[in-house]
């Protein structure tokens, strides 16, 4: 498994260096270029967050031997990726900035500390979504599971039933075979 989780290190490894590049772009472009660039860079930090997920189920089967190192790489992978995610809020901020002196001319300056107030609820509740959509996962699928097992126990109990009736119907047959053999000996 932790060769999985060191699979997971590398994609990880990738994705951040495409990113973090990414993002030093942003405030460079202009236009078309720069909302695709900010759109792709959004969909690859999903991308990771994903791949965080993935990792930390991998952490969770390993042998508790090696779980806490492991964790402790999951622990620092986690702070790079809230680095990362700060980074990119920072460049989408100069970004919406740059549009709006376009738009507003350099007047509207003093509302950027709500507009990243803005921002940074948006993104707790973005999380809280992706939480939620998690959390609702697993239920389904731990629903799934449990309906696996009462089929399986169902299946477990009529087997019994049946293996119990052909023990009484054993029984019943060795008591009858039992008279007749006594029988048989007093004749």
Not at 129 to 155: C, K, P, W
Request: no cysteine; aromatic share 4%.
């Amino acid at each position: 498994m932790s060769s999985d989780f060191e699979a997971y290190e590398q994609d990880f490894g990738t994705l951040t260096a495409e990113i973090t590049n990414k993002i030093g772009r942003i405030p460079k472009l202009g236009g078309e270029e720069k909302t695709q660039l900010v759109l792709n860079v959004d969909k690859q930090l999903e991308e990771v967050r994903e791949l965080m997920e993935q990792m930390d189920l991998e952490v969770r089967e390993l042998p508790i031997q090696s779980r806490a190192m492991y964790q402790s790489r999951l622990k620092s992978y986690k702070g790079e990726m809230d680095k990362l995610e700060k980074d990119f809020k920072r460049s989408r901020i100069a970004y919406s900035d740059e549009v709006r002196n376009e738009l507003l001319g350099e007047d509207a300056g003093s509302s950027e500390s709500q507009r990243a107030h803005l921002l940074d609820n948006t993104e707790k509740l973005e999380r809280s979504s992706r939480r939620l959509d998690a959390g609702y996962q697993i239920a389904v699928e731990t629903e799934q599971v449990g309906q696996e097992i009462l089929a399986n126990l169902h299946t477990d109990r009529e087997k019994i039933q049946r293996s119990r009736d052909r023990l009484r119907e054993t029984d019943a047959n060795l008591g009858k075979s039992s008279r007749i053999l006594t029988g048989m000996l007093r004749r």
